[in-house]
């Protein structure tokens, strides 16, 4: 079974900001598979499915980013799932709008969220599949990602948001190595 785990932060004040486009690909992946995402008692919303017929859980971590660890660490420990069949999908500030990434092992980058995972699970040997949301060197990091996208850059960031769903597809029937070979 694969976790696939969308990072941002809960609440409408985040809603369709940059933060958020884990949430965005993770509820594109649940629409396209119709997976149904319900809240539940472990600080997350959660869906069970099959995902080009492989099992899946889908997870929405529902406390602020930078501490989504211990969730993910409470739904790995529950359903058995070791590291190498968790995807994380994030934003990173670090890659241009609309670059998709996939990364099998590695730091968190300066990532918090990543971070969290990382110290919560023990490993960094887990997929990473990165949506870049660029920088506004006049603005600070953290307005900036908080910040919603601006009108010249949705049509950019739909197209990666749906690269993204189709590159955490194949990492999930094809296998990573495969999946960063297509869409790095």
């Given at each position: 079974m694969w976790l696939i785990v969308g990072l941002g932060n809960p609440g409408?004040?985040?809603?369709r900001t940059r933060h958020n486009v884990g949430f965005m690909v993770l509820e594109e992946i649940a629409d396209t598979y119709k997976i149904v995402l319900t809240e539940k008692k472990d600080r997350c919303r959660?869906?069970?499915?099959?995902?080009?017929?492989?099992?899946?859980?889908?997870?929405?971590p529902l406390l602020y980013m930078n501490m989504s660890g211990p969730?993910?660490?409470?739904?790995?420990r529950k359903s058995g799932i070791q590291p190498e069949n968790l995807v994380v999908i994030h934003d990173d500030l670090d890659m241009e709008p609309g670059r998709i990434r996939i990364r099998k092992t590695g730091?968190?980058?300066?990532?918090?969220g990543i971070d969290s995972i990382i110290q919560s699970i023990g490993s960094r040997d887990f997929v990473r599949v990165k949506i870049?949301?660029?920088r506004?060197?006049?603005?600070?990091?953290?307005?900036?990602?908080?910040g919603k996208f601006r009108r010249s850059e949705r049509?950019?960031?739909k197209d990666a948001m749906q690269r993204a769903v189709n590159a955490v597809c194949a990492v999930v029937s094809e296998g990573a190595d495969k999946a960063m070979n297509r869409f790095n």
């Open positions: 409408r004040k985040y809603a959660i869906g069970r499915g099959s995902i080009e017929g492989h099992k899946a859980l889908l997870a929405e969730v993910v660490q409470d739904i790995c730091s968190s980058g300066g990532h918090k870049g949301i660029g506004d060197p006049g603005v600070e990091a953290e307005d900036y990602v908080l049509s950019l960031m």
